[in-house]
């Protein structure tokens, strides 16, 4: 599976299967964490076997059944931390996606009781990410049109309506898509993201989708 065929497939998952997470692709996710927080000075860590932090009185409420597998998102507490989440984060999440799990970004239906990651001296964490064998399909979020969150003068680059398209295939929080894509000259391209709950951690979820549909090759980010 590629990494575009995964933004396609890709839905939240709430609903996990009982089995525990194989070997092999724990040493897989370990990896690729690994390679991500070597890119980006990020400090994500894999947490295996914690149901604990999912008995949140609202993450019931919220549909998840199951959950035990987590990525807590710790990181340098500086301005731009959570976007770099967002775009670092969503590189795992496709890559779990490539290996048929399930994940759902989770800002604020978890429990910060008994934490069982270490968040350092100047760190702080973020959300967290579960993941897992999916028991459900998942739903294809409702969207915005095209139309709705793009401002173009010129003509439209193919590069620039398939990055569109990814983008809008994205996880928001509340499923909020709250963001407009700019295209200023031929190749200069400026998201404005609107305001509400983790809309830098969406810009950087939001940018990793859109380089993916665009290809980085053809176009270069204002802002
Ligand atoms: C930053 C962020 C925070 C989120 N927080 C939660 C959460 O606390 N609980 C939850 O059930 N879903 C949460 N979600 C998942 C969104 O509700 C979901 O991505 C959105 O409804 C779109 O659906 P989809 O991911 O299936 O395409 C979050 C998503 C993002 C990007």
């Given amino acids: 599976m590629t990494e575009l065929e995964a933004v396609r497939a890709r839905r939240s998952i709430r609903k996990y299967s009982d089995e525990k997470m194989p070997e092999d692709k724990v040493l ?19 947490v295996l076997d914690h ?3 999912f008995r949140h009185f609202l993450a019931h409420y919220g549909g998840f059944r199951q959950a035990r597998d987590y990525i807590a998102l710790v990181g340098k ?45 100047g760190e702080k964490l973020c ?9 459900e399909e998942g739903h294809v979020h409702r969207s915005r049109t095209f139309e709705e ?54 810009e950087g979820i939001l940018r990793c989708h859109f380089e993916i549909g665009a290809g980085k090759e053809n176009f270069v980010w204002i802002g």
């Fill in 51 to 53: 149901p604990e932090t």
């Fill in 127 to 135: 959300l967290i990410l579960s993941v897992g064998i999916p028991d």
């Fill in 77 to 121: 507490t500086e301005d731009g931390l959570e976007e770099k989440c967002g775009y670092y984060g969503e590189q795992f999440v496709l890559f779990a996606q490539t290996l048929g799990l399930g994940t759902c970004w989770i800002g604020g239906t978890f429990s910060k009781r008994k934490t069982v990651f270490s968040v350092e001296e």
């Fill in 149 to 202: 969150v793009t401002k173009t003068k010129d003509e439209i680059p193919e590069w620039f309506r398939n990055g569109v398209e990814a983008a809008l295939l994205a996880p928001t929080a509340i499923n909020q898509q709250k963001f407009t894509f700019v295209l200023e000259k031929p190749d200069k391209v400026r998201i404005v993201m609107g305001k509400g709950p983790f809309i830098r951690v969406d």
């Fill in 28 to 46: 897989l996710l370990e990896g690729k964490l690994r390679e991500l927080n070597g890119a980006s000075g990020l400090h994500m860590q894999l």
